[in-house]
């Protein structure tokens, strides 16, 4: 008789637990791209995702849980978006830019993605709250260097989302121009007052 390699078959089991679970919010993204968290059913999600209702259960105590690593999923992409380049930016207009431009692109070419973002920031939630706070910084940062005309942090944040929002449901409605990310991108910065970005010989984002 084989020998049984039990720890194989564990590593096998928790493989096949990862995939349900990634199939499970799998669903939970479309179905919350759809609709808001409050119109969402466990029915609904077990039927997409085409398990069990014991297999969500399993993985998820609620839908709120759920709608959790949905938005720890989003915010995966959107570090995949940005790192590690943004991070080699040390001109903070130079990373709102980069960031602005790289949010637009992926939804011009991801509508399920966008649907599913303008849901997150209608809403408070950790994946807004940290969008925010990243922008914040940015801004908290150029406003210290003198590089912007408004000087009010939040109500610049809130400029900034709301074009991005308002830009996004245009795409959604059909409304991608060619040049649509630049023109939004320098509504932005027009409306921040912002200084053009600083360019040194040799290195752009310096």
């Known amino acids: 008789m084989a020998k049984i390699d039990l720890a194989r078959r564990a590593e096998i089991g928790r493989q096949r637990r990862a995939r349900t679970r990634a199939q499970i ?11 808001p968290l409050e119109a ?3 029915d609904a999600v077990v039927e997409a995702a085409e398990v069990a209702k014991g297999t969500f259960y399993y993985h998820f ?4 849980e759920l709608a959790a690593a949905v938005g720890e999923r989003l915010g995966e992409t959107f570090d995949g978006l940005l790192a590690p380049a943004r991070l080699s930016m040390r001109d903070p207009i130079a990373r709102l830019c ?3 431009k790289q949010f637009l692109e992926k939804a ?3 509508p ?6 303008i849901q997150s920031a209608q809403a408070p939630s950790e994946f807004a709250g940290e969008v925010r706070a990243n922008l914040k910084r940015d801004l908290t940062e150029a406003s210290a260097q003198g590089r912007l005309m408004m000087h009010d942090v939040d109500l610049a944040a809130d400029i900034v989302l709301g074009i991005w929002v308002q830009v996004t449901r245009g795409i959604l409605q059909g409304r ?3 040049d649509l990310v630049e023109r939004a991108l320098a509504a932005v910065l027009r409306a921040l007052g912002a200084a053009p970005v600083r360019q040194r010989k040799g290195n752009t984002n310096s």
């Open 108 to 110: 011009i070419a991801d």
């Open 112 to 117: 399920v993605w966008a649907r599913l973002v």
């Open 40 to 42: 969402l059913t466990v």
């Open 98 to 100: 980069f960031a602005f």
């Open 176 to 178: 991608t121009a060619a």
């Open 25 to 35: 919010v799998d669903a939970g993204m479309m179905l919350l791209a759809e609709r």
């Open 61 to 64: 105590q609620s839908m709120e």
